[in-house]
């Protein structure tokens, strides 16, 4: 029966004597579960196959390491990289062949921050800060790596990037210009040459503008968030903090002239909280982020914005907990967000977990029942990552547990099924004559989901939701369309979870 993800027990995968600090993991399509962390300054690699067990740590780096990323592709091969003695480094799992060697790909240098992206098909892309600059290099599927390019002006840093389906990169970061604090970005298709570097925001010397993230839809359409702030150097006090965003439709010569305000004012630091956005595959992006409004307690925030729409209310993930400033998510096949926090119970440190349908079925995201993945206490700094193959929902969560004397890497892997969609759907095209105009309308029909938690189902128009409707209903007629005029429509069933089936699709004519 669909429902929630069904977490299993965590399992220790570091060692027990050393300490596990900056982590990340990965999931493929096969439900294979990479993760990698830093153990006692090393780099560690470590696999868990589909219904296997963990298998002998890999060490990936050479010297004391750090910065760490990791991305996978449709076939599930990953790529990590890492900074590795003020250089940049990267290895590549392939199921046939496990890990490679690592490789160099930055000059020496103050490198940080290194993040990777990877398209469906596995191109590879690589962003870092080096000695104040903003790099990258491409690795295209069969190819070689190529030339090193500077994307940025000096004084800049905290580079994230994304990858659309149609093979447009956005790279996104901060730089301290003379002007002022600014957020900026560089853009391509994936197989060509850079764009030159834009500010996504007017430069006001009156904010900073810092911390950065991105995502890139299915057809080139970008959507930023970042942290506008003040900060009062007599007092050190952090004011005026909100989550802001902005969109760079595809092809679009600039970013949103007027960015949206996505949070309420906030009083901390901005990096001591993190910010986090995601595509679904029909092009809707919800965001979560941490914020805190009297410097000590935190909420975690989230809010969705869909095709053509507006971002919708915030709404609050998990409220005023001392320790929820982490949050991590990643948004699956199948339009549903998949999140991992910190919160304080009362006297432990947890891991939850909770997911929401992104698909645009609603005015708001509803995020039920959370559920602990953890055990015991003293968890902190939780990565997710999820995937939708084969009508089942697969998830792997990692954090750091302090067991009493080391601090080690946890993960719980949890899967679930979904609700059955509709069957047999077909369209027709019928017209009224009213005389002084003729209404041509398109029927779509359907058999019922077998599902028995089914309470509905959600009509799409070219990617977009145009109805709701009940569970008894296996027919709509959408009017005023256009005679013999092309346009696919999609249905999906919804549960009482909010969670929705594979979205069936049927083109007329």
Do not use: C
């Amino acid at each position: 029966m669909a429902g929630l993800i069904n977490w299993g027990a965590p399992d220790i995968v570091s060692a027990t004597m050393a300490d596990v600090s900056d982590h990340r993991i990965v999931i493929d399509s096969s439900g294979n579960v990479t993760v990698i962390y830093i153990e006692a300054g090393v780099l560690k690699a470590n696999t868990l196959p589909q219904g296997g067990s963990w298998g002998t740590p890999v060490t990936l780096s050479v010297m004391t390491a750090s910065d760490p990323s990791l991305a996978v592709d449709s076939s599930g091969n990953v790529t990590a990289v890492w900074v590795d003695g003020g250089v940049v480094n990267t290895a590549i799992y392939t199921p046939m062949g496990g890990w490679g060697s690592a490789t160099a790909l930055s000059a020496i240098g103050t490198a940080a921050t290194a993040r990777v992206a990877l398209s469906s098909n596995g191109d590879i892309v690589v962003v870092w800060q080096r000695s104040g600059f903003i790099e990258s290099i491409t690795k295209l599927v069969g190819g070689a790596w190529g030339l090193v390019s500077i994307l940025s002006p000096a004084n800049s840093d905290n580079p994230a990037l994304s990858i659309g389906d149609d093979g447009t990169v956005v790279v996104v970061w901060h730089t301290n210009s003379v002007s002022g604090n600014l957020t900026m970005s560089a853009s391509k298709q994936i197989s060509g040459a850079w764009n030159a570097a834009k500010s996504m925001i007017a430069v006001s010397p009156a904010f900073y503008h810092n911390y950065p993230r991105v995502s890139v839809d299915k057809h080139g359409n970008a959507e930023a968030v970042w942290f506008r702030y003040q900060y009062d150097a007599t007092t050190g006090d952090y004011i005026g903090v909100v989550l802001i965003s902005a969109s760079l439709p595809a092809n679009a010569p600039s970013w949103s002239a007027i960015p949206t305000q996505l949070s309420n004012i906030g009083t901390r630091n901005p990096a001591d909280l993190k910010a986090k956005i995601q595509h679904d595959s029909q092009g809707n992006v919800v965001a979560i982020w941490s914020i805190s409004y009297d410097n000590s307690n935190f909420f975690i925030e989230s809010a969705l914005k869909t095709v053509g729409g507006q971002w919708t209310t915030p709404g609050t993930v998990i409220a005023s907990s001392k320790y929820s400033y982490q949050g991590d998510l990643s948004v699956n096949g199948l339009n549903d967000a998949v999140i991992a926090y910190m919160d304080f119970d009362g006297s432990n440190v947890i891991i939850q977990s909770n997911e929401a349908n992104v698909s645009g079925v609603l005015t708001t995201l509803f995020w039920p029942s959370p559920i602990t993945v953890s055990a015991g206490s003293d968890n902190s700094y939780p990565r997710i990552s999820s995937v939708y193959a084969n009508s089942q929902v697969s998830a792997g969560a990692s954090w750091i547990n302090y067991s009493g004397g080391f601090k080690v890497l946890q993960v719980a892997t949890g899967t679930r099924s979904t609700v059955s969609p509709p069957t047999n759907v077909a369209v027709q095209q019928s017209s009224i004559n009213f005389g002084v105009f003729q209404d041509y309308y398109n029927t779509i029909s359907w058999t019922a989901s077998t599902d028995p938690n089914v309470i509905g189902y959600v009509i799409y128009r070219d990617g977009a939701v145009i109805v709701q409707l009940t569970a008894d209903m296996t027919q709509f007629e959408d009017h005023n369309a256009i005679q013999n005029g092309a346009v696919v429509y999609g249905i999906a069933a919804v549960d009482f979870n909010e969670t929705q089936s594979d979205i069936v699709t049927v083109s007329y004519p």
